[in-house]
């Protein structure tokens, strides 16, 4: 059990981070410099003590796992798994009904979801898979910690304001303008102390850290019940997809972890470049030949530089077979092993039950903590 405190040493000294990936262009706010600081400072308290750590990390069920999300964060959770934390991988299928109904094919998603987990080196024996909808006690969180923030302070939130825009929709639903709240009470629920996130989810975890603060002033002062999480920046860049802006699971531009390799091709082969013969590595310049350079040297740990030398005056044709060929390559292992896991549902199924229930037995001695605090035991 971890040692449920955000307080942490701090030191000075260059962090033991992960093998920093180049990063993608990005505005730095003061709060993601921040941000950025706070995260080497944990980087070295997980490397002198995992144990203390309990990490909650989520997705939507809105598609399947791309190469984008591998690198930008899965990567990043199995290494935290790797190094001893404890580890919580949460499958927000109450988020993904903000912008769109649910459909038929979730049930599919969500298993397909725990067969890429598995396949991409989480390992069920030490961590907890769950979905939120089944976690009654974390839902309750939420009836709690909707009294603690003001609508205000919602309609501030700076992603939910981009996903309302992004969802096109002349109406907002109250889910919609909550999930926020609710997502503090996915990390409350567990106590978790550490959030691997981007950037985009800095405002969420500034939102928790208040939703935590908040309860403890008002109901148990003398005792503080809830850590305040952190927000483990990753290292990771933003991959685009192939049709040069950010690749996202509904956006129809990704290439998916567990495509074949002829899916690989096909997509890669429609990939927006440009007409210069030669190939160089300059993001701002030339967006979506450097997003293949980058592509092509994290599937074969090398830097970006590295590939556009190698390929030099080849143009995009080599450009293109040399990235279908790196990620055939780096993810043949993986693919076969996903497609062992999901010819095998019945498996998958269990693993997600008994996440379930990990996950409400905890949320459950959450809750019943809550109660006690808000005098609400009869
Ligand atoms: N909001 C996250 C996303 O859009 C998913 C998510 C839901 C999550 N609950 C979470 C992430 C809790 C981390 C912790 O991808």
Redesign the pocket.
């Known amino acids: 059990m971890p040692a449920l405190t955000s307080s942490l040493p701090v030191s000075s000294t260059t962090a033991s981070a992960p093998p920093a990936a180049p990063a993608a262009p990005r505005p730095a706010t003061p709060a993601v410099l921040a941000s950025q600081d706070r995260t080497a400072e944990l980087e070295q308290a997980i490397a002198r003590d995992p144990g203390s750590f309990r990490v909650?990390?989520?997705?939507?069920p809105t598609g399947a796992i791309h190469l984008g999300h591998y690198f930008g964060s899965q990567c990043n959770r199995v290494r935290l798994q790797n190094a001893g934390v404890e580890l919580l991988v949460?499958i927000?299928d109450y988020?993904a009904i903000t912008d769109r109904t649910a459909a038929a094919d979730l049930p599919d998603i969500v298993i397909g979801l725990v067969a890429d987990y598995l396949a991409l080196g989480i390992d069920p024996d030490r961590a907890t898979i769950f979905a939120?909808s089944q976690v009654e006690p974390l839902n309750q969180l939420l009836l709690p910690f909707l009294s603690l923030v003001s609508v205000a302070e919602i309609s501030r939130n700076p992603t939910v304001k981009d996903e309302i825009a992004a969802a096109g929709s002349p109406t907002v639903s109250g889910l919609m303008f909550s999930?926020p709240v609710h997502?503090a009470a996915?990390?409350l629920s567990c106590r978790a102390n550490l959030?691997p996130?981007g950037q985009d989810?800095l405002p969420?975890i500034e939102l928790t850290r208040t939703i935590a603060r908040r309860f403890n002033e008002r109901y148990c002062p003398d005792a503080p019940y809830f850590p305040e999480p952190d927000g483990l920046l990753s290292s990771a860049p933003l991959l685009l997809g192939t049709d040069g802006t950010k690749m996202g699971k509904s956006r129809h531009n990704s290439i998916p972890l567990r495509a074949t390799a002829d899916e690989t091709a096909r997509l890669v082969s429609r990939a927006k470049t440009d007409s210069q013969r030669h190939i160089s590595y300059e993001p701002h310049r030339r967006p979506e030949v450097a997003n293949l350079v980058l592509l092509t040297a994290l599937c074969r740990n090398t830097t970006p530089e590295a590939v556009a030398a190698q390929i030099g005056d080849g143009g995009a044709a080599a450009l293109k077979a040399a990235a279908i060929e790196a990620i055939n390559e780096r993810f043949a292992g993986l693919r076969a092993r996903r497609a062992a896991l999901a010819a095998d549902p019945g498996y998958l199924r269990t693993v997600l039950a008994e996440g379930n229930q990990r996950a409400c037995e905890i949320a459950a001695g959450t809750l019943a903590a809550v109660r006690e605090a808000m005098h609400q035991r009869y």
């Open positions: 909650l990390t989520g997705d939507r949460l927000a988020q939120h999930y997502q996915d990390i959030v996130v989810q969420h």
